[in-house]
């Protein structure tokens, strides 16, 4: 399989945010080209989870997994990450098919697919591989399964560990091609391998990523109800301006440093590049993303936090869009009076911060989010009628209350 490097523009960013070998940005191995939104603009992301390291082995197993679209679209392809793995992975085939009922596929609707024409590859450590095009349909808020048949031993695998979704592990063997659910014995709540589905759609306007930590991952939310900020905000654009909608969140992901609990991901400024600027057809992201940097003191070289730190943080992600010709919005960050993260101290970095993002200018626009949820009677605690029950997420309404929060008109 051809390993070539992505866009130049990527590349640069990459060297920019000094992002290198497993813990940062990586060429894409092809069976076609990973476009960008300048070559084909007509291509956008549907769904897209960000991924990171340290997810479960496998071997002699399929794993079948939900991908939820976030607008119609025609010639599917799928995107396989190995991206932040240590050896090599081979993949025995791939399927798509439109889901009826958890694992069970619609009749019919089963599909296989290719990479340059190839039903079996080997993706490289610390690469990526898209499909060739599989012509069906997809509507938005509709399902599809993507099953992976892996025939060899894997180690560390490359996902995403909270998907607030339900992916299902099969006996031994490939059961891609298998449309009912027998053969499925066990269930996860995480995404392997699996980190991309683009689409092409007449109607498009283009990808938005939302980027940001576990509020934007969907924390709280039960698991296949699709009611991430990210998600209702799809449904708000499917209406009146068609959009893929990009979920980029990782729960316990901070802008300025890496986590130790390594499946958090590093830095928002190191991944920035490839988990939001690399989205087929991106050409707005909405960012929200610093509370965790604020509750755990996190400043740079393992110093204490200030204002400026996270402000500088900022910058460098609407430098990186700048370069790349994509729009940034800036979010304020949610109140979080009540949660163990909340003190004094921590509150002013927090009112410091959101004031500049509202204030400075230097975003393309801004989402008021803490306005949104935060309690008439006391601003510093999220209102109790959006509280998850943590007072630092959101529940069902409280994410609906966050999508609504976006002036559709910011998206161009």
């Known amino acids: 399989m051809l390993v070539t490097k992505r866009t130049t523009l990527l590349a640069l960013l990459a060297v920019t945010t000094a992002v290198a070998g497993l813990m940062g940005g990586a060429?894409?191995?092809?069976?076609?080209?990973?476009?960008?939104?300048?070559?084909?603009?007509?291509?956008?992301?549907?769904?897209?989870?960000?991924?990171?390291?340290?997810?479960?082995?496998?071997?002699?197993?399929?794993?079948?997994?939900?991908?939820?679209?976030?607008?119609?679209?025609?010639?599917?392809?799928?995107?396989?990450?190995?991206?932040?793995?240590?050896?090599?992975?081979?993949?025995?085939?791939?399927?798509?098919?439109?889901?009826?009922?958890?694992?069970?596929?619609?009749?019919?609707?089963?599909?296989?697919?290719?990479?340059?024409?190839?039903?079996?590859?080997?993706?490289?450590?610390?690469?990526?591989?898209?499909?060739?095009?599989?012509?069906?349909?997809?509507?938005?808020?509709?399902?599809?399964?993507?099953?992976?048949?892996?025939?060899?031993?894997?180690?560390?695998?490359?996902?995403?560990?909270?998907?607030?979704?339900?992916?299902?592990?099969?006996?031994?063997?490939?059961?891609?091609?298998?449309?009912?659910?027998?053969?499925?014995?066990?269930?996860?709540?995480?995404?392997?391998?699996?980190?991309?589905?683009?689409?092409?759609?007449?109607?498009?306007?283009?990808?938005?990523?939302?980027?940001g930590d576990s509020i934007t991952d969907g924390y709280n939310t039960p698991a296949g109800a699709y009611h991430r900020w990210p998600d209702d905000l799809a449904r708000r654009l499917s209406g009146t301006q068609p959009m893929g909608v990009v979920d980029a969140g990782i729960g316990g992901n901070r802008v300025l440093t890496d986590v130790p609990n390594i499946w958090q991901g590093i830095s928002a400024t190191k991944r920035f590049a490839h988990d939001a600027l690399g989205q087929p057809g991106v050409r707005d992201v909405i960012l929200l993303e610093g509370i965790n940097d604020i509750g755990n003191n996190a400043g740079p070289g393992g110093a204490p936090l200030t204002a400026q730190d996270l402000i500088n943080g900022y910058q460098n992600l609407i430098q990186q869009a700048h370069a790349a010709g994509v729009r940034i919005i800036g979010g304020t960050m949610l109140p979080d009076k009540g949660a163990g993260y909340y003190s004094d101290s921590a509150e002013a970095i927090r009112q410091a911060a959101n004031t500049w993002i509202r204030t400075s200018g230097a975003f393309d626009g801004?989402?008021?989010?803490?306005?949104?949820?935060?309690?008439?009677?006391?601003?510093?605690?999220?209102?109790?009628?959006?509280?998850?029950?943590?007072?630092?997420?959101?529940?069902?309404?409280?994410?609906?209350?966050?999508?609504?929060?976006?002036?559709?008109?910011?998206?161009?």
Do not use: C
């Open 366 to 412: 801004v989402v008021d989010f803490e306005k949104a949820v935060a309690d008439p009677a006391d601003p510093a605690a999220l209102n109790p009628a959006f509280d998850s029950g943590d007072h630092l997420h959101p529940n069902e309404a409280g994410m609906q209350a966050l999508a609504n929060a976006v002036d559709l008109s910011l998206l161009k």
């Open 27 to 211: 060429p894409f191995a092809e069976g076609q080209p990973a476009d960008s939104h300048a070559a084909n603009p007509q291509r956008v992301a549907a769904w897209a989870p960000s991924m990171t390291i340290g997810g479960p082995n496998f071997n002699d197993q399929t794993i079948r997994m939900v991908a939820h679209s976030s607008i119609d679209g025609t010639a599917l392809r799928i995107h396989l990450s190995n991206l932040r793995s240590t050896i090599p992975l081979t993949v025995g085939a791939v399927s798509i098919a439109a889901q009826a009922d958890r694992a069970t596929a619609v009749a019919g609707s089963q599909r296989a697919v290719t990479f340059s024409h190839r039903k079996s590859v080997t993706i490289a450590a610390g690469a990526e591989l898209v499909s060739d095009p599989v012509p069906m349909s997809v509507k938005a808020d509709q399902n599809v399964l993507v099953s992976i048949y892996l025939p060899h031993a894997t180690s560390s695998a490359t996902w995403h560990s909270d998907a607030f979704d339900t992916s299902y592990l099969s006996t031994p063997g490939d059961h891609t091609a298998d449309t009912a659910d027998g053969n499925y014995i066990a269930a996860t709540t995480s995404w392997y391998y699996l980190s991309g589905l683009d689409v092409t759609s007449p109607d498009a306007h283009g990808t938005v990523v939302a980027f």
